[in-house]
């Protein structure tokens, strides 16, 4: 069992290599991937509230769905990841630190508007 | 420096607790910002032929931008799943063990379609 | 000028057939551009509360962003459906067809829980 | 039966009202809806090939379901644009003369990579 994200990564892999399905593991169709169990997990979110959302991991039947999908855009992020011979946390931790250049927190805090551009982390 | 996902989880809970961003980062929120994330990932494979796509981390130009994407794509899974409370590894172990009892290995190398359905891992 | 659906796709497809992109524009790269547009859009409006969200189109920043990206969605669905063969009123008439014989009002209406599954109409 | 954009749009605002759902349909809450229909387009597509892609209407079972989801696309897209009071093609029209600004016919013919840039139509 996987404990950490380098297992995972290996776990992935060798579910992939045993079923011989790596040849449908392209950096597209993986991409594509990803934006589907993004949109399943944007579909159970569309129509709560943000109170309701808010809660959500409290609800019987939605949490165990949420976790679903959470896992599901982990285990393509993953993979594609892997194909393409990137290190998650490492390209995470740099876009994070770009991120905090262009954003101080003496300036971010104040800004009268409050609102992050899209692109504020990422 | 985050060299693990777990100090990349409290690395980015930080960075949005530092700019005081943390009224804006609901799992509703969250969830769009990662749709964007994927979207822009996928805008920079698009027009690519299958084999330009996969050689794109080699590029000069495209490569850093596609690791970009994964980095933004990360930080946002990773802040949406410390929201909600998820544990990313283990949601994904237990998508991907279900799957294997879904699919087991001789079956679905043995496929006479040869396709994963859409859901065959997530 | 376009002014109707049928003299758009035409536009779009004189617009790619002129520079010569038809060969980009297979229904997977096609599909992934539409991801990337919808992106576009979740990112404009993921950081706004649903007030501010709803009153978007006064805004005299936002509001042109917005329609730029509605713009941009339209045109690759479009360009989707015309590459496809695909009738998208028709298809769309369909579905809210099925949706009404799955949710018929007195019923949809009158539900305890009135939150629409995520699959109401579509 | 709607047999235009304008037809469309009227019978899908009068769906949601005889069920009451014009609460939910809120501008983020329908973009989330449109990311997760897009997210289903691109599902079944992921893991075809360019060819059987390109031929997917032809495919019995493929078919059916491609087009479904382009109607649940086409669906929220006009409801979207509709709660927001933007019009569809006209939006289209001006990114499209925006995009042949940017890109006319004999610089974009001639290019020497040939590819696109991510947003050359949107």
């Known amino acids: ?26 950096p597209k169709n993986l991409a594509m991937a990803l934006g589907g169990e993004v949109g399943e997990l944007l579909a159970e979110l569309q129509w709560l509230t943000p109170e309701q959302a808010s809660a959500v991991m409290s609800d019987p039947e939605l949490g165990p769905r949420v976790r679903a999908e959470i896992g599901d855009v982990t285990i393509y992020l993953v993979r594609l990841a892997d194909v393409l011979g990137i290190d998650l946390v490492e390209a995470a931790v740099e876009k994070l630190e770009e991120a905090g ?15 992050p551009s899209s692109h504020d982390i990422g």
């Open 101 to 115: 250049r262009r954003y101080p927190v003496e300036a971010a805090r104040g800004s009268a508007r409050g609102i």
């Open 1 to 26: 069992m996987a404990s950490s994200l380098g297992e995972l990564t290996e776990h992935v892999r060798a579910f992939a290599r045993e079923r011989e399905w790596e040849r449908f593991h392209t």
